[in-house]
């Protein structure tokens, strides 16, 4: 099956840093990928979806210039948080679809980001 | 914007009854897919619907796309432990297109 992989699994930040989450697919080129924000108890919701060499389309209320998304193969993504606030602090889960793989999405196994 | 909506929010039941969580969406939609995730874990694709009025069956579980496309509904027959988590419906508006999850159905069973 698909495998979608994400590092690091958890990370913990002081105010004011910048933490980069990387997305990849293990063994299947993935076109889109797309990252998700879940709060405790909560849904996902999607932040932004990447297609490979172009640049991410935000959802609103998004702030690109703070999560700076990268998607420079197809197999890799990354999603930089820039200057961390503890509002950020959020598990954080990107997916991935390939033309081989009818709109189905694979789930990475999500980053615990905390920030202190 | 696109809403889906999904209900209960949570469900206890006994081990052996059975479950069954609905979701509407608030547009027409190409496809509707369901996730389930465990507790601690991540979502996990457990089927995707397309065609109206269609039905899928995985063993115990049973789902349905209703025939406006513009809601669905996930049943499962003689819970188990097993089954405990939570379970998301994601519509898509357009075949490829970004997916809106529901507010998903926290389900736990006591054995």
């Known amino acids: 099956g698909a495998v979608v992989s994400q590092h690091p699994s958890w990370v913990i930040c002081k105010s004011g840093t910048s933490v980069k989450i990387e997305c990849r697919s293990l063994?299947?080129?993935?076109?889109?990928m797309f990252w998700y924000r879940q709060f405790p108890k909560q849904s996902l919701m999607l932040m932004a979806t990447s297609n490979e060499g172009s640049k991410a389309t935000y959802e609103q209320g998004v702030e690109k210039d703070k999560f700076l998304i990268n998607h420079a193969s197809l197999t890799l993504s990354t999603l930089t948080v820039t200057s961390a606030h503890p509002e950020d602090s959020s598990f954080y889960i990107c997916?991935?679809?390939?033309?081989?793989?009818?709109?189905?999405?694979?789930f990475g196994p999500g980053t615990r980001l905390t920030v202190l | 914007g696109q809403q889906v909506m999904q209900i209960p929010q949570y469900q206890h039941v006994q081990e052996g009854e059975d479950f069954t969580t609905y979701c509407n969406s608030s547009?027409?939609?190409?496809?509707i897919q369901w996730y389930k995730q465990r507790p601690g874990g991540h979502p996990v694709f457990l089927i995707q619907?397309?065609?109206?009025?269609e039905v899928k069956k995985q063993k115990r579980l049973t789902f349905q796309f209703g025939e406006a496309k513009k809601n669905s509904s996930l049943h499962i027959t003689a819970t188990q432990t097993t089954d405990v988590g939570t379970y998301f419906c994601?519509?898509?508006?357009?075949?490829?297109?970004?997916?809106?999850f529901g507010e998903g159905t926290q389900l736990t069973v006591n054995p």
């Open positions: 997916s991935a679809s390939g033309a081989d793989f009818y709109n189905e999405q694979f």
């Open positions: 994601a519509g898509a508006e357009t075949s490829g297109s970004r997916l809106t």
């Open positions: 547009t027409t939609l190409s496809n």
């Open positions: 063994d299947f080129q993935a076109t889109t």
């Open positions: 619907l397309v065609k109206s009025g």
